[in-house]
């Protein structure tokens, strides 16, 4: 049960390691533009950074990585990692999102303004760090769960909000009405419907690419989980495993929340021999837990 328990450690440890860097690069690359009121080579500084779609997208990405490390923190704490399915397919829209970002830079902004341009300063962070390290974060720490094609289609969504409204403010409004200027330079550079046409399967096209690398991790994963649960409980009395676990947990843990780990319960069920059911597993690691005596310990503490 100690590697169980370190493996679930290193697990949490990795996811949220990976979105505090992230995090915490959007901010910085994000805060230098705020702080930024000047740039004789962009003019969309100070508050007048949230038009851009790079800010925007990693802003997205940086939220949605902050609302995994709460669990990956209660993780650590119960030995329970488990991410819910609407945060990963939230930081898969995120990560979707700063990958366009990324291509758009390094394919189309950098060739025509420089690529010392486009990849310093704040630059530096939005356009290549944060996406990059997001990708990764994404599509080896977060793996816990199989991506779907629907969540491509749902990831497209902050792409063609965007879409919209940039061809709203530039084309319907224009930025003699108070609108924005072309500063993608998609409308000028290019006929009106070629970005339009091209950009949203553009974009499946990265979320597909997203999702077969997240999928293939996650196939590795529950590969090397399952033979490592295999190895270790195919023949074992997967009762007193779990009792011994319920134990462990209730001595370590000290909370008066009790969470029972189905999802490692399942899998142990899953690749042993016995007739054990997970209902009665259950009931066996509350029972003993309950019997450790960490809890009534802390009951008497805290009346």
């Given at each position: 049960m100690d590697r169980v328990m370190k493996v679930t450690r290193r697990q949490c440890m990795l996811a949220m390691v990976s979105a505090l860097v992230v995090v915490v690069c959007v901010c910085i690359g994000v805060t230098m533009n705020l702080t930024t009121l000047y740039d004789e080579n962009f003019d969309h500084m100070g508050l007048r950074t949230f038009c851009m779609f790079t800010v925007n997208s990693n802003i997205l990405a940086a939220a949605s990585m902050a609302m995994?490390?709460?669990?990956?923190?209660?993780?650590l704490r119960k030995h329970n990692y488990h991410l819910p399915r609407w945060i990963v397919v939230l930081v898969y829209a995120g990560v979707t999102a700063v990958a366009l970002t990324f291509l758009i830079s390094l394919l189309i902004l950098a060739p025509v303004k420089g690529f010392v341009l486009i990849f310093t300063g704040s630059r530096f962070f939005l356009h290549g760090v944060c996406p990059i390290l997001a990708i990764l974060a994404f599509c080896f720490f977060m793996s816990a769960q199989k991506l779907r094609f629907v969540d491509s289609l749902i990831a497209l969504i902050p792409v063609l909000i965007y879409s919209v409204l940039y061809t709203v403010m530039v084309v319907v409004v224009g930025e003699e009405n108070g609108g924005w200027n072309d500063f993608y330079g998609f409308f000028t550079r290019l006929p009106m419907w070629?970005?339009?046409a091209a950009i949203l399967p553009l974009t499946l096209l990265i979320a597909t690419g997203i999702r077969a690398l997240h999928n293939r991790s996650y196939a590795r994963r529950q590969s090397e989980e399952a033979e490592f649960f295999r190895e270790a409980f195919a023949d074992?009395?997967?009762?007193?495993v779990v009792a011994a676990m319920a134990r462990m947990h209730g001595a370590a843990l000290k909370t008066r929340d009790i969470t029972i780990p189905t999802r490692i319960i399942s899998i142990m069920l899953e690749n042993n021999n016995g007739d054990c059911t997970l209902e009665?597993?259950?009931e066996i690691y509350l029972k003993e837990y309950i019997s450790s005596g960490s809890v009534m310990e802390l009951e008497k503490l805290w009346i």
């Open positions: 995994v490390i709460p669990y990956t923190l209660d993780g070629v970005p339009l074992a009395d997967i009762r007193s009665e597993c259950c």
